[in-house]
């Protein structure tokens, strides 16, 4: 069975803290996909970023940043110096390579960043 | 612009009503899904289609009906709206099933049904 728990359903910072997204998968695929998708206040699912399971650098875009770990089943999305503009839902998914498993979602983690 | 466009955005109707909720892509594009977002559950897969006239059944798909009689549109139809269908309804695109495929996801609908 495919799974994501994203185990912060809530998270509130002060603007200029860095902050963690956590996300863990459970998958028994060997080839998978892992995504982030950023939800802002007027609703559309934006795509942030898609990594294969075989490649484990992490990445760097920006301000964001993310960690992946497959010897924890981890994903985790670190914004840094966040901005009001950061506010929104994040969902990590993961998608198995195998026949026609759609993306399997975690629950969301609502961050909202205070000026 | 690639997109993929959901309408309407905003819709309250009353149970047993027929609606409609359309999806259109402009990316030639063959997988399409339907996907409902509800607070604490996440997006959970509806529908999906492989292709034209090629449809089959996700996660929750009860209550649900699609078709894909053209590769740019997909609509969720709702036979008979009951009030726990209401929820933030998502279309998706993807060149193919492929994991490394990614999806595009359409504005949103926000259905209540009363």
């Known amino acids: 069975a495919q799974k994501v728990t994203q185990a912060q359903t809530e998270i509130s910072v002060v603007e200029k803290e860095d902050v963690t997204l956590d996300c863990v998968y459970e998958t028994r695929d060997t080839t998978y996909y892992l995504f982030w998708y950023k939800q802002p206040p007027s609703g559309e699912l934006v795509f942030l970023i898609r990594r294969n399971s075989f490649d484990e650098q992490n990445e760097i875009s920006g301000r964001y940043s993310w960690n992946f770990q497959k010897s924890t089943s981890s994903f985790n999305f670190t914004i840094t110096a966040s901005q009001v503009v950061d506010s929104a839902v994040y969902f990590c998914a993961l998608k198995p390579n195998s026949g026609n498993t759609p993306l399997v979602f975690g629950k969301g983690t609502r961050l909202s960043v205070i000026a | 612009e690639a997109q993929v466009t959901q309408n309407p955005r905003y819709l309250i109707t009353v149970t047993g009503k027929k609606l409609t909720v359309t999806c259109s892509q402009n990316?030639?594009?063959?997988?399409m899904s339907w996907y409902r977002q509800d607070p604490g559950l996440g997006l959970r897969q509806i529908y999906y289609s492989m292709n034209v006239e090629v449809t089959d059944k996700g996660d929750v798909p009860e209550g649900y009906k699609v078709s894909r009689k053209e590769k740019r549109n997909f609509p969720l139809i709702l036979e008979s709206p009951s009030p726990n269908q209401t929820s933030l309804y998502f279309c998706a695109s993807s060149l193919g099933s492929a994991a490394h495929t990614e999806a595009f996801f359409g504005q949103g609908t926000r259905l209540t049904v009363v």
């Open positions: 990316m030639n594009h063959e997988y």
